[in-house]
Each structure stands twice: as structure tokens, then as C-alpha cells.
């Protein structure tokens, strides 16, 4: 499965950004699939993750109430709506999926990433 993350960009505080991740195969549908991202300096960090089906979620405490994942499985597409962006979200985005339908929350659990999108919030 190849995923292809785009969305990224710069954006002011407060800001929005939509990020895409399309995958190559329809098997992706069937798979957990997850955000993480990576600042300069820091290591890879989950951000949010959702389970095949859409029906359930998980984020990261920084981000939660800011962020929503979701996925049009028809479009084999997840998406990372971000708002209310702050500096600190700056890095490059990464789409993980897994190879089970399960939410899965560590890098380790995922089988498949993208090339990831960077994100900069400016101040």
C-alpha cells in the first residue's frame, strides 16, 4: 500500500489546514490508519488515529478538540481537519496504516507511511 500525504503548507495561528492521506489499494480500507508527526530536533509523535470503519478515534492530548481525523473509505482517503493551529504544530506529517482494522496509537504498530507533508504554523 503506498500513501500519499498532501495538505500541508504555511499558515498563521489560529489557522486551518485540511491534510489528505490517499492510499493505492482498497485494502487500506480495512486498516487502522494514523497521523504522527515529526518536529526538527524531536522525535516521530502520534497525533491521531482512527480505526477502518471510522467509528472510532483517539488523539493525542495536545491536540484534541483542535483536530479531527476521519476517512471516506469509497475514496480509500483519510483526512487530518487541523484548526486553531499553534506554532508548536509545526513538523512534518506523516500518514501511517496498520495491517488490522484496530485503532493503534505507536509507530511500531504500523505497517505502511507516507513521505509526509510539512506543516508550518507562523506566529
Known amino acids: 500500500v503506498q500513501l500519499v500525504e498532501s495538505g500541508g503548507g504555511l499558515v498563521q495561528t489560529g489557522g486551518s489546514l485540511r491534510l489528505s492521506c490517499a492510499a493505492s489499494?482498497?485494502?487500506?480500507?480495512?486498516?487502522?490508519t494514523g497521523w504522527f508527526r515529526q518536529a526538527p530536533g524531536k522525535e516521530r509523535e502520534f497525533v491521531a488515529a482512527?480505526?477502518?470503519?471510522?467509528?472510532?478515534?483517539h488523539y493525542a492530548d495536545s491536540v484534541k478538540g483542535r483536530f479531527t481525523i476521519s476517512r471516506d473509505n469509497a475514496k480509500n482517503t483519510v483526512y487530518l481537519q487541523m484548526n486553531s493551529l499553534k506554532p508548536e504544530d509545526t513538523a512534518v506529517y506523516y500518514c501511517?496504516?496498520?495491517?488490522?482494522?484496530?485503532?493503534?496509537?505507536?509507530?511500531?504498530?504500523?505497517?505502511?507511511w507516507g513521505q509526509g507533508t510539512q506543516v508550518t504554523v507562523s506566529s
Open positions: 489499494r482498497r485494502t487500506f480500507n480495512i486498516y487502522g
Open positions: 482512527i480505526n477502518w470503519s471510522g467509528s472510532g478515534s
Open positions: 501511517a496504516a496498520g495491517s488490522v482494522p484496530q485503532l493503534l496509537l505507536h509507530p511500531y504498530e504500523y505497517r505502511y
